[in-house]
């Protein structure tokens, strides 16, 4: 079982489309950060949420931490050509040695058609 | 500034002989992570290091090794090689005990392919 639940795997969407990304978990984060990756590519930090209840935004890209610190959730308004791409949601567990250690989510392949 | 820097970027072994990857991290960073990617598991952790002691270390086998050396530089080996072992490994660095609140700045990985 995997501790991070992202859903949808994958979203094939038209340009202009707005799309939720959900990154779920039974654990407590102290925090949860949301990649990018390209093919053949390191993932690209686009964000860290820290604070339960927190909202970040960039550009077209709205996070959130859930309450509780056990979810979170990445909402691209109108999205484009640009935006696809391999997102992965990562934590860092609360308490314990976490020392450098990312549990990533499956990931969500995003597709946006012109 | 130069980021992080992985090398070889791509590698073919064969079943049974070991690897060495390096990872040279961002100037000023001494925190180094090693990561597996494959299609089936995703990223998994595999260890991290800090001014050359493993802090962390995840679910796997022994025959994976890394080591950091005084200079941040960290390399990780696999031995005895299976084909299992095929996959994107990737290294992330991040200054002293920040990377949890300001994120991680990942390589390009090493692609190896074990045939």
């Known amino acids: 079982t995997q501790l991070l639940e992202q859903s949808p795997q994958f979203l094939s969407i038209q340009e202009g489309e707005n799309l939720t990304v959900y990154c779920n978990s039974s654990?407590?984060?102290?925090?949860l950060q949301w990649y990018r990756q390209e093919p053949g590519e390191g993932p690209v930090l686009l964000v860290t949420?820290?604070?339960?209840?927190e909202v970040k935004k960039l550009k077209r890209l709205t996070f959130q931490f859930g309450d509780a610190r056990k979810d979170s959730s990445l909402h691209i308004t109108a999205a484009q050509p640009g935006d696809t791409g391999l997102y992965l949601c990562?934590?860092?567990?609360?308490?314990?040695?976490?020392?450098?250690?990312?549990?990533f989510g499956q990931g969500t392949i995003l597709t946006v058609h012109p | 500034k130069a980021g992080v820097t992985q090398t070889p970027r791509y590698l073919i072994k064969t079943r049974g002989q070991q690897v060495t990857l390096s990872c040279s991290p961002i100037?000023?960073?001494?925190?180094v992570s090693w990561y597996q990617q494959t299609p089936g598991q995703g990223l998994q952790f595999l260890f991290e290091?800090?001014?050359?002691?493993?802090?962390n270390k995840g679910n796997f086998p022994g025959r994976f090794s890394g080591r950091q050396f005084s200079n941040s530089r960290s390399e990780m080996n696999v031995s005895t090689l299976e084909l299992g072992d095929s996959a994107l490994y990737l290294c992330?660095?991040?200054?002293?005990?920040?990377?949890?609140?300001?994120?991680?700045?990942f390589g390009s990985g090493t692609r190896l392919t074990v045939v």
């Open positions: 990562a934590g860092v567990e609360a308490g314990g040695t976490s020392y450098g250690k990312l549990t």
């Open positions: 992330a660095s991040s200054p002293q005990g920040q990377g949890i609140w300001y994120g991680y700045t």
């Open positions: 949420v820290v604070t339960g209840g």
């Open positions: 290091y800090f001014s050359e002691t493993q802090r």
């Open positions: 654990s407590v984060f102290s925090s």
């Open positions: 100037s000023g960073h001494r925190s």
